[in-house]
């Protein structure tokens, strides 16, 4: 997911290296959206589709079927061409990755549902953050590879810049060795003993429903044989009895009769809006990545540096960035989340990201004249309070306070509505950065996301606190039947 910032710019200086002006070496920009925005879609339907799946027919089925769909993908991005009529390798690689973020969406509800069903609950939420957090790691080791496989390719790419066509190939396509490594251990992963308690409950008490409705067919048919006023007596009787049967029998709510309840669809809403919330701004933060790069001297100057260098410095500085306040804020999320809880967690992220992001849109010009590393500060503090804040809590909250039979379903709508909010940011947000001259709008955008910061800080009290509760606790069993 994280590595297509870097593959796009290299494939600027593949196809758009004899463009003139500023159109040279650089993707433009429907393009750069089209090939962003692709894995967000394809997440989308796949939280889902994959989501209720893993609900319907069990999680390691699904989730060993969404991790062969993104590895086959990843490799199938790879080898993203033009066609020779019709397509170009944009177009193509759109495909590819839509199918690929479908594959990789469902992976976000049935780890979660997963790691949630296997753990205590004194440790429930410190892997189920941990699990989330090494999403930090695969942010930092997308550069990572692109400055090693730059690095293999410098003379080579320095000669004839076409060659760096091998290079983002390349970036795409080891993607898939982490997926590869976990692949056996997805395929023999056994189902958790709360989802085969479910299915086992779910099956006996359809089984049961359906002997009692053929009884009373059957009874019904035999009253009507004797007809009269005798056979109207005698099916009125066996419908009382029937219904006191069916009284006493607890029967199974379905998805919309459980979430039609407005205490259980508040949650629902809860952890669906905020990840929204929290997500136009996580991915519309990526708006000031340049600035902060440039502003920390890692940009280099596209006409005077070797293609090499020029990317390498790009690369070096995503790490630096990353390292900087994301990759911490994920690992104190982890070892603060049983002590603090989730919901105050949520609160002191949301919080801290509208106060940041006023302060960054109010004062921007004026902070970038005044002190760039003031600029820096305050952007490395607001990704450190995304990830020690709603970025981590909003993964794990939706694996908690929904019942066994709807967890993977009720989690994938809340992730799904999170990559509605990638989709929001990448396909709106960022086509208006430029408004008004390059980069005079990104002020207001920052303003914007404050407000949005506010929206997700107030849904959060809809959500209940799952710390030092089992999930028995949390969703009584009882709420899931009539």
Same mark, same amino acid.
């Given at each position: 997911?994280?590595?297509?910032?870097?593959?796009?710019?290299?494939?600027?200086?593949?196809?758009?290296?004899?463009?003139?002006?500023?159109?040279?070496?650089?993707?433009?920009?429907?393009?750069?959206?089209?090939?962003?925005?692709?894995?967000?879609?394809?997440?989308?339907?796949?939280?889902?589709?994959?989501?209720?799946?893993?609900?319907?027919?069990?999680?390691?089925? $699904?989730?060993?079927?969404?991790?062969?769909?993104?590895?086959?993908?990843?490799?199938?991005?790879?080898?993203?061409?033009?066609?020779?009529?019709?397509?170009?390798?944009?177009?193509?690689?759109?495909?590819?990755?839509?199918?690929?973020?479908?594959?990789?969406?469902?992976?976000?509800?049935?780890?979660?549902?997963?790691?949630?069903?296997?753990?205590?609950?004194?440790?429930?939420?410190?892997?189920?953050?941990?699990?989330?957090?090494?999403?930090?790691?695969?942010?930092?080791?997308?550069?990572?590879?692109?400055?090693?496989?730059?690095?293999?390719?410098?003379?080579?790419?320095?000669?004839?810049?076409?060659?760096?066509?091998?290079? /983002?190939?390349?970036?795409?396509?080891?993607?898939?060795?982490?997926?590869?490594?976990?692949?056996? /251990?997805?395929?023999?992963?056994?189902?958790?003993?709360?989802?085969?308690?479910?299915?086992?409950?779910?099956?006996?008490?359809?089984?049961?429903?359906?002997?009692?409705?053929?009884?009373?067919?059957?009874?019904?048919?035999?009253?009507?044989?004797?007809?009269?006023?005798?056979?109207?007596?005698?099916?009125?009787?066996?419908?009382?009895?029937?219904?006191?049967?069916?009284?006493?029998?607890?029967?199974?709510?379905?998805?919309?009769?459980?979430?039609?309840?407005?205490?259980?669809?508040?949650?629902?809403?809860?952890?669906?809006?905020?990840?929204?919330?929290?997500?136009?701004?996580?991915?519309?933060?990526?708006?000031?990545?340049?600035?902060?790069?440039?502003?920390?001297?890692?940009?280099?100057?596209?006409?005077?540096?070797?293609?090499?260098?020029?990317?390498?410095?790009?690369?070096?500085?995503?790490?630096?960035?990353?390292?900087?306040?994301?990759?911490?804020?994920?690992?104190?999320?982890?070892?603060?989340?049983?002590?603090?809880?989730?919901?105050?967690?949520?609160?002191?992220?949301?919080?801290?990201?509208?106060?940041?992001?006023?302060?960054?849109?109010?004062?921007?010009?004026?902070?970038?004249?005044?002190?760039?590393?003031?600029?820096?500060?305050?952007?490395?503090?607001?990704?450190?309070?995304?990830?020690?804040?709603?970025?981590?809590?909003?993964?794990?909250?939706?694996?908690? $306070?929904?019942?066994?039979?709807?967890?993977?379903?009720?989690?994938?709508?809340?992730?799904?509505?999170?990559?509605?909010?990638?989709?929001?940011?990448?396909?709106?947000?960022?086509?208006?950065?430029?408004?008004?001259?390059?980069?005079?709008?990104?002020?207001?955008?920052?303003?914007?996301?404050?407000?949005?910061?506010?929206?997700?800080?107030?849904?959060?009290?809809?959500?209940?606190?799952?710390?030092?509760?089992?999930?028995?606790?949390?969703?009584?069993?009882?709420?899931?039947?009539?």
């Amino acid at each position: 997911m994280f590595a297509i910032n870097i593959v796009a710019m290299i494939m600027g200086f593949v196809y758009y290296h004899d463009a003139t002006g500023s159109a040279k070496n650089t993707v433009p920009q429907k393009w750069d959206t089209l090939i962003k925005i692709a894995v967000q879609i394809g997440c989308l339907l796949g939280q889902l589709v994959l989501g209720r799946l893993g609900d319907k027919i069990g999680r390691t089925t $699904v989730y060993a079927a969404s991790l062969m769909i993104a590895i086959f993908t990843t490799i199938a991005s790879a080898f993203s061409n033009n066609m020779v009529k019709g397509m170009n390798v944009f177009c193509v690689m759109f495909i590819w990755r839509v199918l690929l973020g479908f594959g990789i969406g469902g992976d976000y509800p049935i780890t979660a549902t997963i790691v949630s069903e296997y753990a205590d609950v004194h440790n429930r939420g410190k892997l189920m953050a941990a699990v989330f957090s090494f999403q930090g790691f695969g942010n930092v080791l997308a550069p990572i590879v692109a400055v090693i496989v730059l690095a293999c390719f410098k003379s080579s790419i320095d000669s004839d810049v076409e060659n760096l066509d091998y290079v /983002w190939r390349l970036i795409i396509g080891l993607g898939c060795v982490p997926g590869v490594s976990t692949l056996y /251990w997805r395929l023999t992963m056994k189902e958790s003993t709360r989802f085969q308690q479910q299915s086992a409950e779910n099956a006996a008490a359809r089984e049961q429903e359906n002997m009692e409705q053929e009884k009373l067919l059957a009874k019904q048919q035999f009253a009507g044989e004797a007809g009269g006023d005798e056979a109207a007596m005698e099916t009125a009787a066996l419908e009382e009895s029937a219904g006191h049967m069916g009284g006493k029998q607890r029967r199974i709510k379905t998805f919309g009769m459980y979430f039609s309840e407005w205490r259980h669809l508040k949650v629902l809403l809860g952890t669906s809006i905020a990840w929204f919330a929290l997500d136009v701004a996580f991915y519309g933060i990526n708006l000031n990545t340049a600035v902060v790069i440039d502003a920390i001297g890692f940009a280099g100057d596209m006409n005077k540096d070797t293609p090499s260098r020029y990317l390498t410095r790009n690369c070096v500085g995503n790490i630096i960035i990353n390292l900087l306040g994301s990759v911490p804020g994920y690992w104190v999320a982890v070892f603060t989340i049983e002590k603090l809880g989730r919901i105050k967690i949520q609160v002191l992220g949301f919080v801290m990201l509208t106060i940041l992001y006023v302060i960054l849109g109010f004062a921007y010009h004026q902070i970038l004249d005044n002190s760039s590393g003031a600029f820096i500060a305050l952007f490395a503090i607001a990704q450190f309070f995304q990830n020690f804040g709603p970025n981590v809590t909003a993964f794990v909250i939706p694996g908690e $306070v929904f019942p066994t039979r709807f967890r993977s379903t009720a989690h994938g709508i809340s992730a799904a509505a999170g990559k509605l909010g990638a989709i929001v940011a990448q396909g709106g947000f960022m086509q208006l950065k430029d408004n008004g001259g390059k980069n005079a709008f990104i002020n207001h955008l920052l303003e914007i996301f404050a407000l949005f910061m506010l929206i997700g800080l107030g849904v959060t009290f809809w959500i209940p606190e799952s710390k030092g509760k089992t999930l028995e606790e949390i969703c009584d069993e009882n709420e899931e039947y009539y």
